[in-house]
């Protein structure tokens, strides 16, 4: 019997609703619009009136996104308010597999509910169907896993490349072409912080004066100290890709941030993404006085960011799945293992103790195997130098800048004199000789300055086995994950033998597979090789039980 109140009909049997979402990137209006169509159809021909219509646009597929209007129509039908729910495709309904729909069906099953996929042929109160559910859930979860992992691979490709990754320039900057550029209306503020900085005065001097002079940031507020250190650590303001790595949040869910680091490239040498307002030189010298400044230790990072909680975060990968590994209590876990349940990997665990000791005992091998003219080799040296010595670090890349600014405008003298004919008056000759030597002359001078610095400075620490071992366990997390990210991409933690088989250190390091920088991935085997280049010291060997 149908029930009327008020003209409605109220009979949840002879009630659904629909549910539809979008792809930001995937669908537009005109497709929703469709959808709705096409399911209202369906509703008609089965003699259902259409309560409400819930739509969304947010992923299906990644963990810890808050799916209010999907929770609504499960809650809607769960409650017995309607007895029918309607998507257009099981995959709008949810990408997170069998293991989310699955819950779904059970819920709907208890309450003598159905849940129809429309253009899937597929009835949840038809029992020969829930297997064909399960099969189109994980297919959509494979599909957008895919999906994730070839978009990422390509962003990443892309950065090395020097494309803007997305999101606001620093101020001071916008992003044409994907490249970084000047903004006009920013700039001449930007540079006049960067000479300041340049001259060493304080964040809150600076800020102090844009307010008095009623200057505002971007989006209209005052400056703060902390926003003009913000943009000094910024490696975009430079002209430099930042080096970005992946963090969980406190509700479990993948976040990237930018670190204050540019991104190294294949070739060891930090990857250009355009226009700066300041030079690479120029940064050198402003984070050495900042540096020089500050009573914060480098491991404080940023004010509103927060830090790494490992060494390895962002660095290990699952040997069964290629996914993350991160850090829980005392062990890295597989990060899908962790959120998505066993369907999407059997995952593994390893102690933080014994895969810190394993990635850093093959990074200070890595690192005694270079020549001092191997370009990671010389990369790594500055990194170091600039925290070891802020003050010589900041003048050697002041002195490069000068050489190459130097060569640049010989080159171009010659080109006028040689190429474009130019000079061709009676003192023509004489100008492009005097102007020659002159240059030649800085340029001299620069190349002597450094060679002058270069023998001053002391590597050795990077070199032998005992210094790099006690310097390395003295620098603090974030200064250690700069150098390994200088040296190393990534790696991949191969899974045990066996269930419950224990490994020990050395065989953990035979089976993790490296992508150092410079070089190809590793290919994902055990390899004895990987421990002979370690170096054990004695305080080492003896923990272990190996001292003679």
């Not at 169907?129 to 990443?156: C, D, I, M, P």
């Not at 000791?357 to 091998?365: D, E, N, T």
């Not at 023509?428 to 001053?456: C, F, M, P, T």
């Amino acid at each position: 019997m149908v029930v009327l109140i008020m003209g409605a009909i109220t009979d949840p049997a002879l009630l659904c609703d629909l549910y539809l979402r979008r792809s930001n990137w995937q669908d537009d209006k005109t497709t929703l619009r469709k959808h709705e169509r096409d399911l209202r159809e369906r509703a008609a021909r089965e003699g259902l009136t259409v309560r409400k219509v819930w739509i969304e646009e947010v992923s299906a597929f990644k963990a810890g996104v808050v799916r209010e209007k999907f929770d609504n129509a499960i809650a809607a039908v769960v409650s017995g308010v309607v007895r029918h729910l309607l998507v257009w495709k099981l995959d709008r309904l949810s990408r997170q597999g069998m293991g989310q729909v699955g819950t779904v069906l059970d819920q709907f099953e208890q309450k003598g509910a159905r849940l129809v996929a429309h253009i899937d042929g597929l009835d949840s109160s038809i029992p020969q169907h829930r297997g064909l559910f399960a099969w189109l859930a994980e297919q959509a979860r494979s599909e957008s896993f895919n999906t994730s992992t070839r978009t990422q691979s390509t962003k990443a490709e892309k950065k090395l490349t020097g494309d803007w990754p997305g999101g606001q320039a620093p101020y001071g900057l916008c992003v044409r072409k994907r490249r970084t550029r000047h903004n006009r209306k920013e700039y001449p503020t930007s540079r006049r912080i960067a000479d300041a900085l340049l001259q060493n005065r304080s964040g809150e001097d600076i800020a102090e004066e844009l307010n008095s002079e009623g200057l505002r940031t971007r989006r209209g507020g005052l400056w703060r100290s902390s926003t003009i250190h913000q943009l000094a650590h910024s490696p975009a303001w430079a002209g430099l890709m930042p080096a970005h790595e992946r963090y969980e949040d406190k509700k479990g869910r993948i976040r990237w941030r930018a670190t204050d680091e540019p991104l190294i490239g294949e070739d060891g040498q930090p990857v250009r993404t355009g226009d700066g307002v300041i030079t690479v030189a120029e940064r050198a010298r402003i984070l050495a006085g900042l540096r020089l400044r500050t009573s914060e230790s480098f491991s404080g990072g940023r004010r509103g960011k927060p830090g790494a909680n490992s060494l390895l975060s962002s660095f290990g990968k699952c040997g069964r799945c290629g996914g993350n590994m991160t850090k829980s209590g005392q062990q890295y876990r597989c990060y899908r293992r962790v959120n998505l349940g066993k369907s999407a990997c059997q995952g593994m665990t390893v102690l933080v103790k014994d895969l810190d000791w394993a990635i850093s005992a093959a990074f200070r091998a890595r690192v005694q195997s270079f020549s001092p003219e191997h370009a990671v080799f010389k990369e790594l040296a500055a990194r170091w130098l600039a925290h070891e010595n802020p003050e010589a670090e900041a003048r050697r890349v002041e002195l490069i800048g000068m050489t190459a600014d130097a060569q640049s405008r010989l080159d171009s003298l010659d080109d006028a004199y040689y190429v474009k004919g130019r000079f061709g008056d009676a003192n023509g000759e004489h100008r492009y000789l005097k102007l020659r030597e002159a240059i030649v002359g800085q340029l001299d001078s620069a190349n002597s300055k450094l060679a002058e610095l270069k023998e001053s400075m002391d590597l050795s620490a990077l070199m032998d086995p005992t210094r790099l071992h006690s310097a390395w366990l003295s620098a603090d997390q974030e200064k250690a994950r700069m150098l390994l990210r200088v040296v190393l991409h990534s790696f991949t933690v191969l899974p045990p033998r066996g269930q419950g088989c224990k490994r020990n250190r050395f065989e953990l390091l035979s089976e993790c597979c490296f992508h150092w920088v410079g070089e190809k991935q590793q290919p994902l085997r055990r390899d004895v090789e990987r421990i002979s280049g370690i170096v054990l010291l004695d305080e080492e060997a003896e923990s272990m039980g190996l001292a003679a």
